[in-house]
C-alpha cells in the first residue's frame, strides 16, 4: 500500500484548490456526507468550498494527504470556533478521502495526521460532526472519538428525510 504525503497549510493554487473542490463533488456523489447532497457538480460545490478555503492559513488549517501521484486523496480542514474560551480545540470539518482511494485506511491515517497536526498546534481535542444515518459514528468511535451528543432531526436532507447530527469528540 502507498503512503500518503500529508501536508498542513499547503499553498492553495488554483490547481490544488480546483482538485480538492473535485474530490469534495467526488465523495458526495459518491454517498459521502460532507454537506452537499447529490447529485452535483464542482461548480455547486465551489462557493461553499473557497469561502472555507479562505479561512485557511490563520486559526483553520487545511489538512491534505498526497497520494503517490502527488494527487489530492483525502482531507479536512481543522476549524476554529471563534471564541478564545475554546482556543484549545478544533472542528474536523469537511472530512474526506477520494472514492477511488476508500477502502485502504486512508481515513485512519488521515485523522492520525489530524491528531499531529492538532498536537503540533497545541490543541486538547477534536471535535466533529456526523449526519446519521451514515453508519461513520462507528468508524469514528474505532478512531478515538467518543459520542457526546445528539440533535434528532436537525439535518433534512428532503422532505421526509431528516437526520440526526451526531457530536464526537476525542481528547488528545
Not at 474536523?92 to 495526521?113: F, I, S, T
Not at 468508524?139 to 472519538?145: D, K, M, S, T
Amino acid at each position: 500500500m502507498a503512503e500518503l504525503r500529508f501536508v498542513v497549510s499547503p499553498e492553495l493554487t488554483t490547481e490544488l484548490t480546483d482538485e480538492l473542490i473535485d474530490c469534495w463533488a467526488d465523495v458526495t456523489n459518491a454517498g459521502g456526507a460532507v454537506g452537499f447532497v447529490p447529485p452535483v457538480t464542482a461548480d455547486d460545490i465551489r462557493k461553499t468550498a473557497v469561502s472555507s478555503f479562505e479561512r485557511c492559513g490563520g486559526l483553520d488549517h487545511l489538512l491534505v494527504g498526497f497520494d503517490a501521484e502527488d494527487r489530492v486523496a483525502c482531507w479536512l480542514i481543522l476549524a476554529d470556533s471563534g471564541s478564545w474560551l475554546h482556543a484549545h480545540w478544533r472542528w474536523l470539518l469537511r472530512v474526506m478521502v477520494h472514492p477511488k482511494h476508500q477502502g485502504r485506511g486512508y481515513g485512519a491515517d488521515l485523522l492520525r495526521a489530524a491528531d499531529v497536526a492538532a498536537r503540533d498546534l497545541g490543541l486538547d481535542a477534536l471535535h466533529l460532526t456526523v449526519r446519521g444515518g451514515t453508519g461513520t459514528e462507528g468508524f469514528y468511535a474505532r478512531q478515538g472519538y467518543i459520542e457526546v451528543g445528539r440533535i434528532p432531526r436537525s439535518i433534512r436532507l428532503a422532505d421526509g428525510d431528516e437526520r440526526d447530527s451526531i457530536y464526537m469528540v476525542k481528547h488528545l
